[in-house]
DNA sequence: CTGTTAGCGCTTTCAC
DNA sequence: GTGAAAGCGCTAACAG
């Protein structure tokens, strides 16, 4: 492995120069740039990172902790920063927090240790209830959640907003009695229900809701118990795309018909929601730019660390599909 | 930031100690070690990363580039990969190539650079038909893909076989015009080939194929072409659960029933299979054990380099469902 | 059992 | 415009 010096050695300069020109500093002759450039193909010298890390104090690895890997809405947006991040010569450590906030903290521990230049993160429940963007050793843009009184740049989703227009959807469908299964890990799910009950008291209807934790597994479970416990409801509704799939499997299960028996919407449009039989009415969220969102908020915070927080809300985009298809009500 | 030298004054010993006792290494007495304990604790002190990879030559990272990060076979896989890694004190840095080669090498010279101490890769055919493990600073273990003459620790679907189950099981069924879409971007797609055409060909049946990106929306519009084109085959088979959802979606498009026009079977038990109607019949992959084996598979190269190449072949389990229900042929 | 010390490869003053 | 040299923080060889 061929070092600065022997690359300084090859092009008969100092191993001062050889770095400038690595480093695209001026002061450096372009005959002497040339040689550098030529020594360093020859040899084909790459430069030791742990090195120029130890020397220079800086890393070019951001951290981005998600809650949930196999969740699609999180890979999408993994998908898209890793895109910009690579795109801008840094690297990712993708961290796996499993909605589980011991883990969590150990991940955030070790990009401490590993001295990154900056963190995405979706928050647990119990961090976001404390977090503090001073806490951290280095940047954080939260994403997909995030309190209202979170000192800290964020990129979210309308939540309360989406909610809402899902529920009017539904409203103006003639469905009364409407029940929500919500993730209560996540400020996300709260949110959502938040809009759910706003805009059911607006209607004059009465809520019905299910708190599980947000898997396919438990929101199958709790809605074929809910179904045997209550008197059939004319909507369910999940608060995010894994829950959505549980309620399916228990509809499916209980024989259950939609939109003849029972209309069904939910969040995230996943591929899949929309091959099922009735295809199924979501709020799609905005994956690619909250992901882009979330980095550039990033990058511009580690350039500029002192600047005021941004927060950056989408707007969800409600998809219209046979599970919610039934005459509207004037 | 406290460094080793505060923690060797605070704690009265040499930075040489407190190393010791940081590394687990023997020789030091228990009141040394005691007090060393004591000072990283009250000078909440972590060692820089950085130094200790440049002076030890070593890392604890380890590189993982799958083909697609969208693809949940994928994603599970990371999964069980990561869980290993971090149980070990690894980190894994994650990279996408998206069946592209030219991104695949870069993120592999990435990984050069960065020093991992070893990879896990999903190859690229165009990567894999020159594949050798020794053309690397770093170990490498094949995941998913791999070429029967391969020289490279590997862990793979026995393909050929899962493929010709699939085929036989179509086969009892009265099947007769079996089309087959397949991905042409990986090994993988042309081994499930292979598999389909030995078990066609030993059942005296006439193939009909169609090499496709293994894509859903090019999946989709291969089999609405292939529709038009063809009279209507008996069945048709996805290598890929992506190419499996396309096809869902130009059955359904074309307003066809399963089972009773055509049968429809495919590989990747991803969970909507079970929600459609019908719900599919496919080939699952043990995702969780095919990462686990991959990192115990480099782990122990890492430890022992010199071992003999070992294959770990998995078998998939053919999980028969609706989309293929019907009375078995005598 | 413990401490001293020489670098790992690079960046960055500082002097020329 | 260029080079010499001082470390960044740590590990490990060596001496005691």
Redesign the interface.
Known sequence: MARISDVAKHAGVSVATVSRVLAGQPGVSDAARERVLVSVKALDY??????R??RSGK?DTLGLVVAD??N?YF??I??AI?DVA?ANGM??????SDEDAEKER?YLD?L????VAGVILSPTLSLLSRFRACDYSFPVVLVDRCAPETEADAVVLDNIDAAQRLMRHLIERSSQRIALFYGTASATGLQRLEGYHSALAAAGLTPQTRAIRPT?TEARAALIEHLREHPLPDAVVASSGLIL?GL??AL?EAGLRCPDDILLAGFDDQ??T????PDITVIAQPTADIGRSAIELLLARIAQPEQAMRRIVLRGELITRASTSRPIQE
């Open positions: 790459h430069p030791d990172l742990a090195a890390r130890l890393t890997i196999r699609p890979t999408e993994s998908r890793e690579y690297r990712v450590l993708l961290c796996n150990f070790m401490r240790d590993e001295n396919t799939l399916v499997e499916r591929p899949w929309r091959i099922v039989t």
